[in-house]
């Protein structure tokens, strides 16, 4: 079993940036990509981005790209998601999730952390 927690998330100004880190544990997590996702209210869950378990590529859906960048910390056991120039709709409970050995255009993910709410402010 894979734990994932999440820190990070608040409440930011349009055009302001925030972090948010994922910790994963119970797994190698060399073995494992990572994926952000997000929900708005009233919207299906997205897809914000993923970072290959080799760390050798990344994705990126087309509404965050260039202002967001997903990273990942073998060491640490831990992914970032670091969000710049946020507007309003990137307001969102952003969820952290992994796959073993998985694509970065996996349409599934086995495990799942919990939310953390992002609130842009216009």
């Known amino acids: 079993q894979v734990q994932l927690v999440v820190s990070g998330g608040g409440l930011v100004q349009a055009g302001g940036s925030l972090r948010l880190s994922c910790a994963a544990s119970?797994?190698?997590?060399?073995?494992?990509?990572m994926a952000w996702f997000r929900q708005a209210p009233g919207k299906e869950r997205e897809f914000v981005a993923a970072?290959?378990?080799?760390?050798?590529?990344?994705y990126y859906a087309d509404s965050v790209k260039g202002r967001f960048t997903i990273s990942r910390v073998n060491a640490e056991n831990t992914v970032y998601l670091h969000m710049d120039s946020l507007t309003p709709e990137d307001s969102a409970v952003y969820s952290c999730?992994?796959?073993?050995?998985?694509?970065?255009?996996?349409?599934?993910?086995?495990?799942w952390g919990q939310g953390t709410q992002v609130t842009v402010s216009s």
């Open positions: 970072a290959h378990w080799s760390g050798g590529s990344t």
């Open positions: 999730s992994a796959q073993p050995w998985g694509s970065v255009k996996a349409d599934s993910y086995d495990y």
């Open positions: 119970g797994r190698t997590f060399s073995s494992l990509t």
